[in-house]
């Protein structure tokens, strides 16, 4: 069964197929990198494809999903799944001329345990 990556900053799909690499979205130029099989996995994945390092892949990822949706980070960094059968994997999208370093760091600020 085929997965599909679709960007959210701008709803395009990026990526379908088998199997699903980091790259470029067309549509907005964000980042994307990941493929774990939960969220802390699909970070750590995609902290070491943009040598994001110093950061715990699991407070990044439990930030992320604990940023309150007012907060402008939601506009620089992403986490999202793709759609396959029966299971997901995680990426991460950090829209284009964002520093993965930066914005990951930043997202560490909602963890609930840092
Ligand atoms: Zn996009």
Not at 35 to 44: F, H, L, S, V
Not at 75 to 85: A, Q
């Amino acid at each position: 069964m085929a997965a599909r990556l679709d960007c959210p900053l701008c709803g395009v799909t990026v990526a379908e197929g088998e199997a699903i690499a980091p790259g470029i979205c067309p549509g907005c130029g964000a980042a994307y990198a990941g493929g774990g099989d939960d969220p802390p996995r699909g970070t750590a994945m995609a902290m070491e494809h943009w040598g994001v390092t110093g950061l715990e892949p699991r407070t990044v990822a439990d930030g992320l999903f604990r940023m309150p949706p007012e907060d402008p980070l939601n506009l620089r960094v992403v986490p999202i799944s793709d759609r396959r059968d029966g299971f997901y994997r995680w990426w991460l999208f950090v829209a284009r001329d964002e520093s993965p370093q930066e914005v990951l760091t930043l997202a560490t600020e909602h963890a609930a345990a840092r």
